[in-house]
């Protein structure tokens, strides 16, 4: 048995509408991880550049502690 159906206008509109739809809301999802990507490397380069401080202050610290060190021996 084969059944002829065909659909109205207001069918076509609607399955139309709902693809719309469905293609802003991918367009949405693919802008959130876009998003959440360059969030990600932002952290990313944050933490590199906190350690890379980090590092140096470290530096720092050693070497004004060898100073007061040495100007203390002097006394």
């Known amino acids: 048995k084969v059944i002829n159906y065909s659909m109205n206008e207001t069918e076509?509109?609607?399955?139309?509408?709902?693809y719309k739809q469905?293609?802003?809301k991918d367009l949405k999802l693919q802008s959130v991880e876009n998003n959440l990507v360059t969030a990600?490397?932002?952290v990313n380069f944050l933490n590199s550049t906190v350690e890379t401080f980090n590092e140096k202050f470290d530096k720092l610290t050693l070497a004004v502690d060898t100073l007061t060190k040495k100007c203390s021996a002097k006394k």
């Open 40 to 42: 990600q490397n932002t």
């Open 12 to 18: 076509v509109r609607k399955i139309n509408d709902l």
């Open 22 to 24: 469905l293609d802003e």
